[in-house]
């Protein structure tokens, strides 16, 4: 279902000779009442913004509720198990474990349809050169290969630097 509404999106605005603009915002663990819309004691007001004028996927589901495997199948379309990703990325296993920059990615779909991609924040699918996210449709990454980092002066890449 997922490549059907990717597709259609994909098509639409081409026959129109218009791109909408299109920001998918991703994020591990995060509880349903993590932001103001769903919880008046937070103040979250360009999240609840984003939530009331785009769309929201409130009964979604992953493959799994591991952070590396379900991010590995939102960028494929297909299984952890497919991927050879079945578990978080462990930092020891990082340099030689990640997506498959052979694996076709939904993101390079879009890239193909004129798209400019650009991924902001944790990558966690490998910190080798080879897994890097512009090896799978990004032509834009600004944050963090590995799985997490600190949210005080984090180290992140920018452009390919340090």
Known sequence: ?????????????????????????????????????DNVELKTPHMDRLLREGARLANSFVTTPVCSTARASLMSSRFGTELGITDWINPRREADHGLDPKIVTWLELFAEAGYKNGLVGKWHLGTADRFHPTRTGFQYFMGFRSGGTTPKNPVLEIDGQT
Request: net charge negative.
């Open 1 to 37: 279902m997922l490549v059907k509404l990717l597709v259609i999106g994909m098509t639409l605005p081409v026959i129109a000779n218009e791109r909408p603009s299109i920001v998918f915002i991703y994020s591990d663990d995060q509880d349903p009442t993590a932001i103001g819309i």
